[in-house]
């Protein structure tokens, strides 16, 4: 299982952002690279509470699903919606700016949510709910891994 606390899958994932560039093209979905980019950041930075991003009350279905999503061999599905703070095709996300910038942001939230000793309490993921400290390592190798999928990368 892959995970961004092992420090080859963290610098593999890292690498590989490195080969996007601006104009990219994408194999499916509708966001651009420069999108894909700042929808990582804004995961990554608001699981550690950087960013607002509220999470659904009441029960939700989503949080059956996540022995699937962390822990299946099969790459997650193309088309599941996120939420409205991540959402760059609905302009409720944080656009992107410049794009070395962006990634430079991007770069730096991976850093810190993998750092030890670490500085933040994660907050639960808005569909999975509360995860442990080894799932979120798997979620976010695995929520990287599958955008930069997208791109070809």
């Known amino acids: 299982m892959h995970t961004l606390r092992d420090s080859e899958d963290r610098s593999e994932i890292l690498a590989r952002l490195q080969r996007i560039r601006p ?3 994408r194999r499916w979905g509708r966001m651009s690279a420069p999108q894909m980019i700042c929808h990582l950041r804004d995961a990554f930075l608001g699981v550690m509470g ?3 991003m509220a999470v659904p009350p009441g029960f939700s279905w989503w949080r059956l699903t996540k022995p699937f999503a962390l822990h299946s061999p099969f790459p997650w599905p193309h088309g599941v919606p996120t939420r409205p ?3 760059q095709l609905a302009g409720t996300a944080r656009p992107p700016a410049e794009f070395t910038a962006d990634v430079r942001t991007l770069v730096a939230a991976i850093e810190k949510f993998t750092a030890q ?3 933040f309490a994660f907050r639960p993921h808005p569909l999975f709910g509360a995860l442990s400290e080894k799932e979120w390592m798997i979620w976010g190798w695995r ?6 999928r997208q791109f070809g990368a």
């Not at 929520?143 to 930069?148: G, M, V």
């Open 143 to 148: 929520h990287a891994d599958h955008h930069l």
């Open 85 to 87: 703070e991540l959402d």
């Open 23 to 25: 104009d990219t093209p």
């Open 50 to 52: 950087d960013l607002p």
């Open 117 to 119: 000793p670490r500085a």
